[in-house]
């Protein structure tokens, strides 16, 4: 089994049991364990993954680290836990800041069982940087995040590989992150180059930077989502071989061929989509699962069949986020987010109703 495969595997098992696991212990057992077993290390053999590792750090004697992954006698890669839904802040690092003062290790890995971050030193030698250079979650991944985490597996390990890489990853992923707040908000200093450039004599004025920041951030979402209708239908010119493949196809045909002027397809529905696909992909295979948008929501429904919703997508107001989640009625719950992640607070809900359909078919 490749990879990507167990991972969606272990994540389909989390969805099932996330409830339970409520203690440090219980995150480091049943997710922690198994995703450095993933990775091809032998989690039994002390010899190669020492639990409570000690270092002498200091005048702090005998201070621990959860998980020291070993190569030769000498740590490569620190784990440092922290309990499953608890948030992770170069705060809960501390641990980790310390070992890198005095030992050879150059990764660390500050988790809660679901989002793995890991740090190097790669601004100054022996001091952990405060900004992560690769993030991976576990209940939200794409396959170029499962590319860049092979290369901790111990197969593929490679300290040079990794190092060398590594500041282009710290990087591509914060130019990424301001090119998405961009989107949403597009900085003044942006939007007034925009319009000196496109506007001929004429002076940038407070009404002229008010229209073009709204033209601005209409554009980037109408840039994004013909973008993707491009790389749909590029999918679509490969010929469907299997059922499933023909059933996707006709899934994101129906996507694509939305005209762009009325329906558009944003970034935060698309993210949307996958994030409640993978919620009930234990239940329900992943190609029943299906998009369709339209003007005023994006529904998410089983077998693209208006009578079997799971929720709704009411995500084109700048100022707020709202799902509405069906129950076995077919009655809408409307919920304020804050975020995409808040998605995953509500999996529960979103579970019993893909069960529904399920178990009545």
Known sequence: MDMIDSLRALAGRLEKTLDLIKTEEATKNSMIMPLIQLLGYNVFDPLEVTPEYVSDVGTKKGEKVDYAILKDGSPIMLFECKKSGDSLNINHAGQLFRYFHVTSVR?????????????????????????????????????????????????????????????????????????????????????????????ENKRVTSAIRDQFTTITKRAFEQLISEKINERLKGAMDIPPTTPAEKSTVAAV??????????????????EGFYIVRAIVRGVLPVERVQMRDSQTYCAILVDDNNRKPICRLRFNSKRSLTIGIFNEQKEEEMIKIDRLDDIYLHADKLIAVAKSYATSE
């Open 107 to 199: 990764f660390g890995v500050l988790t809660n069982g679901i989002e793995y971050k890991f740090f190097s030193d790669l601004e100054q030698p022996n001091k952990m940087d405060e900004k992560p250079f690769f993030e991976f979650n576990l209940l939200n991944f794409k396959e170029r995040d499962v590319e860049e985490l092979k290369k901790f597996a111990k197969s593929a390990f490679d300290l040079d590989s990794i190092l060398s890489n590594a500041n282009d990853l710290k990087y591509a992923r914060l130019v990424k992150n301001k090119l998405n707040s961009w989107v949403t908000e597009p900085p003044e200093e942006f939007v007034r180059l925009i319009a000196a450039d496109l506007i």
């Open 253 to 270: 045909t129906a996507i694509a061929e939305e005209p762009v002027s009325n329906v558009i397809t944003t970034r935060e529905e698309t």
